[in-house]
Nanobody, 124 residues
């Protein structure tokens, strides 16, 4: 299995930007589709973005389209989430996840490997 570790969370003002990073280790990274999910207090964990093994296919939740960008570097075993124009409602713990197989997926159940999460706080 692949292990993933997130970093890059923090406090930002509304309208600001943050870049989350996810470092993977343990298995051939390019065998995995990668995804970002988030969970706010009292809410279900929800899909944010996903990218296939090659980086050619990406899907986004409607609420982040045009503001967030997911990318990956298979040589560095890393995936990133660039977040722009952040809103207070974007505040959550953001999780990186790996799904064995090459296809991008928006479904939580497709992902067997999850990180511990990184907190994103957006002040009004």
């Amino acid at each position: 299995q692949v292990q993933v570790v997130e970093s890059g969370g923090g406090l930002v003002q509304a309208g600001g930007s943050l870049t989350l990073s996810c470092a993977a280790s343990g298995r051939t990274f390019s065998n995995y589709a990668m995804g970002w999910f988030r969970q706010a207090p009292g809410k279900e964990r929800e899909f944010v973005a996903t990218i296939d093994w090659s980086g050619a296919t990406k899907f986004y939740a409607d609420f982040v389209k045009g503001r967030f960008t997911i990318s990956r570097d298979n040589k560095k075993n890393a995936v990133s989430l660039q977040m722009n124009s952040l809103k207070p409602e974007d505040a959550a713990v953001y999780y990186c996840a790996a799904a064995y197989g090459s296809s991008a997926s928006m479904a939580k159940h497709a992902y067997a490997n999850w990180g511990q999460g990184t907190q994103v706080t957006v002040s009004p």
